[in-house]
């Protein structure tokens, strides 16, 4: 009795594996930038990114939408960040310099984790100073929380105690984002930029 049923189910079995191997690699469902990325899954189990809405540095409301509009470079950091901030801020600047030189444009994008001293004004000259491309954002404090939350970000205030010259800890990734296919991949800080401007214009190519 058992042979006639392994006779017709192996046939069924086979059709049913080749299907889902044809569906795996279907062109829809190829990872396209898998060739850029630095592992298969870029390291993360959550998704990242989203929708956001903050306030640019001429004082204007923005959404995702209006400011991610090319292949983008989002850091989330401070402008009274002694060191680390303006170290990563420049770093992503020559990125997209770099880039420029092969005819590939990228937006650089700084949002704010410290609404409450980085106003419309102290953004527009922090991103006066860093580049002409720059896009500084801020918030409220639950805009830049949501926007915080939406790419998995971390800050917190070192202490309440100075009003005026209080630090902030915070994480230091960069995400490459684009208008079509949202986050892509993120580079840490202690990458050159040399090195994020081949990963990134690998991305460019191939979207």
């Given at each position: 009795?058992?042979?006639?049923?392994?006779?017709?189910?192996?046939?069924?079995?086979?059709?049913?594996?080749?299907?889902?191997?044809?569906?795996?690699?279907?062109?829809?469902?190829?990872?396209?930038f898998s060739k850029c990325r630095s592992s298969p899954f870029n390291?993360?189990?959550?998704?990242?990114?989203?929708?956001?809405?903050?306030?640019?540095?001429?004082?204007?409301?923005?959404?995702?939408?209006?400011?991610?509009?090319?292949?983008?470079?989002?850091?989330?950091?401070?402008?009274?960040?002694?060191?680390?901030?303006?170290?990563?801020?420049?770093?992503?600047?020559?990125?997209?310099?770099?880039?420029?030189?092969?005819?590939?444009?990228?937006?650089?994008?700084?949002?704010?984790?410290?609404?409450?001293?980085?106003?419309?004004?102290?953004?527009?000259?922090?991103?006066?100073?860093?580049?002409?491309?720059?896009?500084?954002?801020?918030?409220?404090?639950?805009?830049?929380?949501?926007?915080?939350?939406?790419?998995?970000?971390?800050?917190?205030?070192?202490?309440?105690?100075?009003?005026?010259?209080?630090?902030?800890?915070?994480?230091?990734?960069?995400?490459?984002?684009?208008?079509?296919?949202?986050?892509?991949?993120?580079?840490?800080?202690?990458?050159?930029?040399?090195?994020?401007?081949?990963?990134?214009?690998?991305?460019?190519?191939?979207?």
């Amino acid at each position: 009795m058992l042979k006639p049923i392994l006779k017709y189910a192996t046939p069924t079995l086979i059709i049913a594996g080749l299907w889902l191997i044809s569906f795996e690699f279907w062109p829809e469902n190829v990872d396209k930038f898998s060739k850029c990325r630095s592992s298969p899954f870029n390291g993360v189990a959550e998704p990242i990114g989203g929708p956001f809405t903050l306030i640019n540095q001429k004082g204007i409301m923005v959404t995702d939408a209006d400011v991610i509009t090319e292949p983008s470079l989002i850091y989330f950091g401070y402008t009274f960040c002694p060191d680390v901030c303006p170290l990563d801020a420049v770093r992503n600047t020559e990125v997209v310099d770099i880039l420029a030189q092969t005819g590939k444009s990228l937006t650089p994008i700084f949002i704010s984790i410290d609404p409450q001293r980085d106003t419309p004004e102290v953004m527009s000259e922090y991103s006066k100073w860093l580049h002409p491309k720059m896009i500084a954002l801020t918030g409220s404090q639950e805009q830049v929380k949501a926007a915080s939350k939406a790419y998995g970000t971390y800050y917190k205030l070192h202490s309440d105690e100075d009003k005026e010259f209080y630090l902030i800890d915070h994480s230091t990734m960069s995400y490459l984002v684009f208008p079509e296919h949202g986050f892509v991949e993120f580079f840490r800080r202690d990458q050159s930029a040399k090195k994020v401007a081949e990963k990134a214009a690998c991305f460019i190519k191939n979207s």
